[in-house]
């Protein structure tokens, strides 16, 4: 029996900018919505498209999510209420995930057999940048309550206080690979027999101005709109297309619940899907570019844990930012692993639809993996006309029926940070 191969999902929470809640996602997923729009820019360099959350309240948030307890709620808005957006992104997020898996209930994992983890760093600097002109203005307007909030782990202090979490807890960071790594160390420590249950939320990204700037001057973000004249702000993601132009940041938080299956299945709980093997490696490279070797090897990683054949494999949900040299050197590590006969998966990119939700793509992805291993689809690539491989097995412009029982999710940092996660149905 390998490390992961008792460690269940029991419960997905997502909030993005198309869509709040797993059967809305779900629907979006199949009809290809995405959620990228214009916003205001800051300077005359700045990005100008992206999948912003719009207008966010918690209080409407919460009481979208069925059948929240009274006391949960009044416990989210009392200590949350005030907190940054990405706090309240979070709450909003994990309460779906920690009730559809039945945590803090009757015979429920107790609160110090339970874990959380959650993925990101750098998570405030946008609420920073918001804090200046108040120090500018004098230093007794700002708010004492900002040494909290400026902490990455103001996160796990409020979702632990809200949810009663006293188990083991921690924040995680790599990079645009910080949600896989997040759902890695819950894995580990399900497998540890440290926890019963984790909690794992991949952490919206609050980004500065300073931030996106860089972005753009790196290369790396999209500054404005792409593709043929007229071309509307949800074509500018173009992951695997040739005319892809960087990535689009998108506001998103995922929620899973990570369980060991004899927890799992001693309370009843719904298993959703299986986590059957991960793969986490560094590339020896402080840059931002991709090492195809890197990449080759978490997957096979991944599928090594499993006891898996790359053909045993019916869908990969890729990293696919849209990024010139990114993409491309993905899609020649899927080549290496998968290569180009009739066992090919199904390739998509959730970023043509959520945009890059940076921290929290891992965690998003996973979710949008596991909807769709058990919907029996994939959704589409809604950008992808001129694929910079075609030899590999690229979803189409609209969603496919696919009955697989493995998936592989990949997500990839700067800093040479790869990691792939297995699923299976």
């Known amino acids: 029996m390998t490390a992961a191969a008792s460690v269940v999902v029991t419960g997905l929470g997502v909030h993005t900018a198309v869509a709040a809640g797993t059967d809305a996602f779900e629907r979006a997923l199949r009809a290809g919505r995405s959620g990228i729009g214009r916003r205001e820019a800051d300077g005359p360099h700045e990005p100008c498209v992206s999948a912003d959350l719009a207008d966010f309240g918690l209080r409407e948030a919460l009481d979208a999510v069925p059948g929240l ?29 920690h009730l ?21 760093h750098n998570l405030t600097t946008g609420y920073a940048e918001s804090l200046y002109p108040k120090l500018a203005a004098s230093g007794a307007y700002v708010p004492a309550r900002a040494a909290l909030h400026l902490l990455d782990t103001d996160h796990l202090g409020v979702l632990s206080q809200v949810l009663g979490i006293t188990g083991e807890g921690c924040t995680v ?33 609050e980004l500065s101005t300073l931030e996106r700037q860089a972005l753009v001057n790196l290369g790396a973000m999209a500054a404005g709109p792409a593709g043929p004249p007229g071309a509307s702000p949800q074509e500018v993601c173009r992951p695997f297309d040739e005319d892809r132009s960087g990535f689009v940041p998108g506001q998103g938080c995922g929620a899973l619940v990570l369980e060991t299956e004899e927890s799992a299945r001693g309370r009843g709980a719904p298993v959703l899907a299986r986590i059957a093997g991960y793969g986490l490696a560094l590339d020896g490279n402080s840059q931002a570019d991709p090492d195809e070797r890197g990449e080759t090897e978490v997957m096979t990683a991944a599928l090594r844990m499993a006891g898996l054949a790359p053909q045993e494999v019916g869908y990969v949900n890729a990293h696919g930012t849209g990024s010139a040299l990114g993409d491309r050197t993905e899609a020649a590590a899927l080549r290496q692993v998968f290569g180009d006969g009739p066992g090919r998966p199904w390739i998509n990119a959730t970023k043509a639809l959520t945009g890059h939700c940076l921290y929290a793509a891992g965690v998003v992805e996973a979710v949008a993996t596991v909807i769709q291993l058990r919907g029996g689809f ?38 040479g940070i790869d990691t792939s996660i297995l699923l299976a149905a």
């Open 378 to 415: 994939v959704h589409p690539n809604v950008n992808l006309h001129r694929p910079i491989d075609p030899g590999l097995r690229f979803v189409g412009r609209t969603a496919r029926p696919a009955d697989h029982s493995y998936a592989l999710s990949n997500g990839f940092g700067f800093g």
């Open 69 to 97: 307890p009274a006391g949960l709620r009044s416990a989210a808005l009392r200590t949350a209420g005030r907190a940054p957006l990405g706090v309240r992104v979070a709450v909003a997020t994990a309460v779906q995930a």
């Open 100 to 120: 559809q898996a039945g945590l803090g209930t009757p015979g429920g994992p107790a609160p110090g057999r339970t874990g959380l983890v959650v993925a990101g």
């Open 173 to 205: 960071g790599g990079a645009s690979a910080s949600g896989n790594v997040g759902i890695i160390t819950a894995a580990r420590l399900l497998a540890l027999g440290a926890v019963d249950a984790c909690l794992v939320v991949g952490a919206l990204a």
